[in-house]
T-cell receptor, first 115, second 111 residues
Framework: DTGVSQNPRHKITKRGQNVTFRCDPI?????LYWYRQTLGQGPEFLTYFQNEAQLEKSRLLSDRFSAERPKGSFSTLEIQRTEQGDSAMYLC?????????????FGQGTRLTVV | DQQVKQNSPSLSVQEGRISILNCDYTNSMFDYFLWYKKYPAEGPTFLISISSIKDKNEDGRFTVFLNKSAKHLSLHIVPSQPGDSAVYFC??????????FGTGTRLTIIP
C-alpha cells in the first residue's frame, strides 16, 4: 500500500494521559500535514513540515501538542495531559512540493477518545 | 471566522441526475481550490482541484466551476451514482499549502 498510513486507527485514553500518533506519508512526498476534525466540522489545520522542518503551527496547537518529523520521513504527533476537548479525528496528509500547488493526500486518521 | 462556507449541510439527488454542490469563500488571497470526498471512518479522498487562473476544470463525471468575482465555486457530478453518496468538503489554499476546509455537504444519491 503506497498511501498515507496512520497508526493507531483508534485510541481511547483517560484524561490526563499522554498519547502519541504516527503518520507515514507517501514516500516521495516532502510535505506532511496534521489536521484535526471534530463532529460536524471540516478538517482544521494544525501544523505542517517540509522535510524535517516544521514550517507553520496553528494557534489551535496548544503547548500540550508537539509534532516531529525527525528524518523527513514519518511524523509523530504527541498530546500531553489529554483533555476531553482533545477528542477528535486526527488526520495526516502529505504532498509533493513541485513549485506549484499540489493536492494533499490524506490517511485514514486516528480517532482519539478521551474519557 | 469561517473563511470557506458550505451552506447546504445535506443534499439528496436521484441516481442518474446531476448533483451540484456549492461553496463560498471570503478570503480573496485564496488561489487554489479543491474538493474532497469523505466516507465514514475514513480520511478525505481528493477529487478535483482548480487554480484561480481558470474558471472550469473537468475530470470524468466531475466538473468544478470557479466564479472569482462572486467568490463561489461549485462541483457538478453527472450522472450521479449510488457510490457518490458521501460527505463532500470544499477546501482552499492561499499559496502556503495549508488547506482551509468548509463544514461539508452530505450527498445522498437515491436509487
Amino acid at each position: 500500500d503506497t498511501g498515507v498510513s496512520q497508526n493507531p486507527r483508534h485510541k481511547i485514553t483517560k484524561r490526563g494521559q499522554n498519547v502519541t500518533f504516527r503518520c507515514d506519508p507517501i514516500s516521495e512526498h516532502n510535505r506532511l500535514y496534521w489536521y484535526r476534525q471534530t463532529l460536524g466540522q471540516g478538517p482544521e489545520f494544525l501544523t505542517y513540515f517540509q522535510n524535517e522542518a516544521q514550517l507553520e503551527k496553528s494557534r489551535l496547537l496548544s503547548d500540550r501538542f508537539s509534532a516531529e518529523r525527525p528524518k523527513g520521513s514519518f511524523s509523530t504527533l504527541e498530546i500531553q495531559r489529554t483533555e476531553q476537548g482533545d477528542s477528535a479525528m486526527y488526520l495526516c496528509a502529505s504532498s509533493a512540493s513541485l513549485g506549484g500547488h499540489t493536492e494533499a493526500f490524506f490517511g485514514q486518521g486516528t480517532r482519539l477518545t478521551v474519557v | 471566522d469561517q473563511q470557506v462556507k458550505q451552506n447546504s449541510p445535506s443534499l439528496s439527488v436521484q441516481e442518474g441526475r446531476i448533483s451540484i454542490l456549492n461553496c463560498d469563500y471570503t478570503n480573496s488571497m485564496f488561489d487554489y481550490f479543491l474538493w474532497y470526498k469523505k466516507y465514514p471512518a475514513e480520511g478525505p479522498t481528493f477529487l478535483i482541484s482548480i487554480s484561480s487562473i481558470k474558471d472550469k476544470n473537468e475530470d470524468g463525471r466531475f466538473t468544478v466551476f470557479l466564479n472569482k468575482s462572486a467568490k463561489h465555486l461549485s462541483l457538478h457530478i453527472v450522472p450521479s451514482q449510488p457510490g457518490d453518496s458521501a460527505v463532500y468538503f470544499c477546501a482552499a489554499s492561499d499559496g502556503n499549502e495549508k488547506l482551509t476546509f468548509g463544514t461539508g455537504t452530505r450527498l445522498t444519491i437515491i436509487p
